[in-house]
């Protein structure tokens, strides 16, 4: 837990020192535009604490800081749906799916945890639209409904269970995994504006580019293996292999959410550009990563 402590301290800091040039920019340059730098501060800083909460605290107070970002990243992706009034009673429906599926991690009945959203929830969350509501946009209301819970609750809660699974380890591999996403997002970020010249998805999202990859893969892969010792168990095969599985993993994320925002968004350019200054942008990788990194480790490890 020492590292754990040592790990957030050092990124306060580093958000302390970005916050502070940013700051001092501000002043001396005035008019120059900042507020795409402004909007990721303010969203690393409310990351950070609820990720202090999920590592410093006990498994419960974590459990619950996670479902409340699971709730809100749900809302923020119903937001980008054109629904109709026929569609409320599914998105309720799919409200209360969250409290459950954190109970399944709360009694850590594995099992249930796993099936839950993918099975169940995909076969009853048709009926509270069917029942004489019509068939009027039927297919695009209940997949888009479930392919936000697959992302934003399914994904997102696996990050609730490593504390469950893994008393001893799990605030560490939280940690490992969320510092390692997004440095992986703004390596990304950054390499795309500055090298990037090949785009992947231009009309979705401009800033992923083949170079960003490259430069985040390489990146991403080097820190992991330096401080894997420091926050996990791991061998130092699977630290080397845990930072290319969540660059990759975070990679094709913020693509899937990219795209998926652009598709639902078509014609309504004032909302995608909200949605981007959104929590939703920042956890996208996250909703890849988590599932990705849990399942891999859970298989190989016994700790777990």
């Given amino acids: 837990m020492d590292s754990s402590y040592y790990t957030l301290l050092l990124i306060f800091i580093i958000l302390s020192v970005i916050h502070l040039v940013y700051y001092v920019?501000?002043?001396?340059?005035?008019?120059?535009?900042?507020?795409?730098?402004?909007?990721?501060?303010k969203t690393w800083w409310g990351m950070f604490f609820i990720f202090c909460l999920a590592t410093l605290f006990n498994p419960v107070v974590s459990l619950?800081?996670?479902m409340v970002l699971t709730f809100f990243a749900l809302k923020e992706y119903f937001t980008m749906i054109r629904s109709r009034k026929a569609d409320r009673r599914i998105y309720l429906w799919a409200y209360l799916s969250i409290p459950v599926q954190f109970y399944w991690i709360y009694i850590e009945w594995y099992g249930m945890f796993i099936i839950f959203i993918p099975i169940y929830v995909f076969l009853f969350l048709p009926l509270p639209r069917i029942i004489n509501k019509g068939t009027v946009g039927f297919l695009r209301s209940v997949?888009?409904?479930q392919w936000g819970l697959m992302l934003m609750v399914f994904g997102l809660s696996h990050l609730a269970y490593f504390q469950f699974a893994t008393p001893q380890y799990g605030a560490g591999l939280v940690l490992f995994l969320v510092v390692l996403t997004q440095l992986n997002d703004v390596v990304h970020h950054l390499a795309s504006i500055i090298l990037g010249k090949h785009k992947v998805v231009p009309?979705?999202?401009?800033?992923?580019?083949?170079e960003g990859f490259l430069c985040a893969f390489i990146i991403t892969t080097a820190v992991s293996y330096l401080i894997y010792p420091y926050l996990t168990p791991l061998t130092p095969t699977f630290g080397l292999v845990s930072g290319m599985l969540i660059?990759?993993?975070?990679?094709?994320?913020?693509?899937?959410v990219s795209v998926l925002r652009r598709d639902l968004l078509i014609g309504a350019d004032d909302k995608f550009e909200a949605l981007n200054k959104s929590y939703l942008s920042r956890v996208d990788s996250l909703a890849y990563t988590s599932p990705v990194f849990f399942h891999v480790i859970r298989y190989y490890f016994d700790f777990m």
């Fill in 203 to 210: 009309t979705a999202n401009p800033y992923l580019t083949w």
């Fill in 25 to 41: 920019l501000g002043k001396v340059k005035p008019l120059k535009d900042y507020s795409a730098i402004s909007i990721r501060i």
């Fill in 64 to 66: 619950l800081s996670l």
């Fill in 143 to 145: 997949s888009s409904t």
């Fill in 247 to 256: 660059s990759l993993s975070g990679y094709l994320g913020s693509l899937t």
